[in-house]
């Protein structure tokens, strides 16, 4: 090998392609936008019925102890950021790879070649997402506008697209067709 030659380090890389692509299925993104809007606030009040009652426990232990279990509060937010990660990731770790939300609207998150979501996966987007949302909330409303696939800039970023299921997609499919 000749000085000028790139050094090869036993890596292949293999792109694969977008498994989904809204041409020539348009049924996959059909309505998403909007139903996932929805499943977000179902998921949010999952996330807020534990803390809840969290926050309720911890007051009247706190009364109880005249004031000593109200330190427990201080444990609250990171319960609150475990239980968010522990809930994304199980829930689109699934097979269903959706969370309960999303499964109400019919929902669901794949890799962006195709693959089914994985805990991990599930746990980092939603990392992403919040990350993304705290620093620049007004440019991550328009993203899925200007996209075929309709992606936030989360799912861009961490490699995921949300569709419609397979029973929805069949459905409007079949709507579709004379």
């Keep these: 090998m000749s000085t000028s030659e790139p050094k090869r ?5 293999e792109l694969k392609p977008h498994a989904y692509d809204p041409v020539t299925n348009p049924e ?8 996932r809007v929805i499943a977000f606030l179902i998921d949010l009040i999952v996330l807020a019925i534990p803390v809840v009652f969290l926050a309720m426990f911890i007051f009247v232990v706190g009364v109880v102890t005249f004031g000593l279990g109200f330190v427990f509060y201080a444990l609250l937010s990171p319960a609150m950021v475990l239980w968010a990660l522990f809930y994304y990731g199980i829930t689109l770790g699934s097979p269903q790879s959706a969370t309960l939300g999303m499964r109400v609207m019919d929902l669901e998150m794949r890799t962006w070649y195709g693959s089914p979501a994985y805990f991990v996966l599930g746990a980092v987007h939603a990392v992403a997402f919040w990350i993304i949302v705290s620093v620049l909330t007004p440019l991550v ?29 069949n459905a409007l499919r079949a709507t579709r067709r004379p």
Aim: aromatic share 8%; charged share 15%.
């Design 9 to 13: 380090i036993g890596v292949s890389i």
């Design 28 to 35: 996959l993104f059909e309505g998403v936008l909007a139903r």
């Design 141 to 169: 409303l328009l993203v899925p506008f200007f996209n075929l696939r309709r992606r936030c800039l989360h799912d861009i970023l961490v490699g995921t697209v949300v569709i419609n299921n397979q029973v929805r997609a």
